[in-house]
C-alpha cells in the first residue's frame, strides 16, 4: 500500500519512482526535428538531443550510430509530410504535380533546415525520399513523357519551388533584420529613379503599379507559368521528349531530395 509520503517513511509505503519511457529510435529523430525547427541545424547534436530527452547522451548511441545518421532519418521523416495517399492524387497531371509542390513548399517552410541540408547535399535518398520520387514521375504520367523528359520536368520544378522558399526565407529574414519594407523605402526609390535612366521603372514606382505580391501569389503565378511552359514544350523538336531531349538522365540531388517535383 502507497499513499503520500516522506523521504523518511518506510519503503513500503512510498510511492515507487517515476521511470523515463522507454528511448526509441523515433521518439529521438521527433526530438531532433523539434529542435531543429525552433533553433536550425546547427543546434541540432546527440548531446542536445539527449538533454532534451532528459538521458544520457551515450544511450542514444544504442539507436543512432552517427549524427550523419540522425540527419538522414530526419529528412526522411518530415518527407513524409509531402506524400500524397494515392487516391487523393488527382488524375490530371497539372492539378497532380501543383497539389504536390504546394506540400513541398509548405513542408520546407515548416522545417527551414531541411533547405539548408538540400543546399549542402547533407543526406541520402531514404525510402519516403524516393516514394515521393516515384509520387512526382506517377504525377506526370499524363504527359505522356519517356522517363528521362519526366526526370528533366521533376528537376525544373523543384528547382523553382526551392528559389521560392530560399527567396521568402530571405525576404522574411531581411524585414525582421532591418525592419522596413517596400513602402518604408518608396520615398528613397521614387528619388531614385527620376532621372532619365529609368524610363521604365520610374513611371512604374511613381503610377503605384510597382505592388509586391504576397509569397503564396508569386508562387503560384511563377509555378502557372512554369507550368504552361512545360505543356507547350511536350513534343516540340527540342522540346520535351524531342529527339534532342532523349538519352540518358542524371539525377541530382535535389530530384532525390524533398523536392523532387
Known sequence: ?????????????RNPPSRRPALTREAIVAAAIEIGDTEGLAAISIRRIAAHL???????????????DLLDLMADEVISEILVADAELPADWRE????????????LLRHPWLTEMIGFQRFSPGPNRLHHLEQCLKALDGLGLDGPSAIRVVGAVTHYMLGCVIREASDADLHRDRCGGHDEKLP????????????????LLRAGSFVKPSPEQRFEQGLEWLLDGIEASVGKPGGLGGPAHRGR???????TGTGDS
Open 54 to 68: 532528459g538521458a544520457r547522451a551515450m544511450s542514444l548511441y544504442t539507436h543512432i550510430d552517427r549524427k550523419e
Open 1 to 13: 500500500m502507497t499513499g503520500p509520503s516522506t523521504p523518511d517513511s518506510p519503503v513500503w509505503t
Open 188 to 203: 528613397y526609390l521614387l528619388a531614385l529613379t527620376e532621372g532619365p535612366e529609368f524610363p521604365r521603372l520610374g513611371p
Open 96 to 107: 497532380a504535380i501543383t497539389r504536390i509542390t504546394r506540400l513541398e513548399r509548405q513542408v
Open 249 to 255: 538522365t542524371t539525377l541530382d540531388s535535389s530530384q
